[in-house]
C-alpha cells in the first residue's frame, strides 16, 4: 500500500495531473458521459490529505476547464443549433431543450447555475443558451459563478474525505468519490420526482 501511495503521489503533483483533470473537464462540459468531477476530487482529497497536488491550484484549473468545456457546448449550440444532428431530434433530447429553453426564458442567471448539478441537463441548458442568443456578456460572468460554485463543491466534499484520511490518501479518494455520487443520485433522484410532477420537463 505504501509502494502505491507513493507512486501515486509522485502521479499527482506533476503538471500532468492538472493537465489530465482539464481535458476531462473540457470533454465532460460538452459530452456529459465523462466523468470530470472524479479527477476534482481525487486530486483535492490527495492534496487535503498532503499528498501530491495543491488544492488551489486544482480548483482554479478547475474552474477554468469548466468554462472552456461550457463554452464549446454554448458555441455549439450557436453555431449548430438543437435540431442539426439525429440524437438532437430524439423525444428525450428535445423535451430536454425544451425544458432548458422554457427555464431560461424564466430565470435564465439561476437556470445556468443550477444546471451544473443535473447530468445532462447542464449540456442542454448551455446548448439552448447558445442557440437562444444570450449574450456573451451576460453569459460569461454567469459561467463563471456557476463554474466556481459546482467547482468548489467537489473540492469542499473532497478536502473534508480527505483530511478525514490523511493517513490513507486512497481511501480518502475512494470517499469522496463516492460521497460525490451519493449526492450526484439524490440530486437526480430529486430532478426525476419534479419531472413526474412537471410534464413539461425532460
Known amino acids: 500500500m505504501d509502494q502505491v501511495t507513493a ?8 503538471p500532468w495531473a492538472y493537465a489530465v483533470m482539464a481535458g476531462i473537464l473540457i470533454i465532460d462540459g460538452f459530452f456529459p458521459f465523462v466523468p470530470g468531477e472524479t479527477g476534482v476530487v481525487t486530486l483535492s482529497a490527495l492534496g ?3 499528498h501530491g497536488p495543491n488544492v488551489w491550484i486544482v480548483l482554479v484549473v478547475a474552474v477554468a476547464a469548466t468554462m472552456i468545456g461550457d463554452g ?26 425544451q425544458w432548458a429553453a422554457a427555464g431560461l426564458v424564466k430565470r ?36 463563471f ?19 478525514a484520511f490523511a493517513a490513507n490518501p486512497l481511501i480518502g479518494a475512494a470517499v469522496a468519490i463516492a460521497l460525490v455520487i451519493v449526492l450526484g443520485v439524490l440530486v437526480e433522484f430529486i430532478g ?3 419531472r413526474a410532477a412537471a410534464p413539461d420537463e425532460p
Do not use: C, N
Not at 507512486?7 to 506533476?14: F, H, K, Y
Not at 466556481?148 to 467537489?154: D, E, F, G, I, K
Open 72 to 97: 464549446i457546448a454554448f458555441v455549439m449550440g450557436r453555431t449548430i443549433g438543437l435540431g442539426r444532428f439525429a440524437w438532437m431530434r430524439r423525444p428525450r433530447v428535445e423535451r430536454a431543450f
Open 145 to 163: 459563478a456557476a463554474s466556481a460554485v459546482y467547482t468548489a463543491y467537489h473540492v469542499a466534499v473532497a478536502v473534508i474525505a480527505g483530511q
Open 48 to 50: 487535503a490529505a498532503g
Open 192 to 194: 426525476t420526482r419534479r
Open 7 to 14: 507512486v501515486l503521489d509522485a502521479l499527482a503533483a506533476t
Open 108 to 143: 435564465p442567471t439561476l437556470f445556468l447555475m443550477t444546471a451544473k448539478f443535473v447530468p445532462f441537463g447542464r449540456v442542454a441548458v448551455t446548448m439552448t443558451a447558445g442557440a437562444g442568443g444570450l449574450r456573451l456578456r451576460r453569459y460569461l460572468p454567469t459561467s
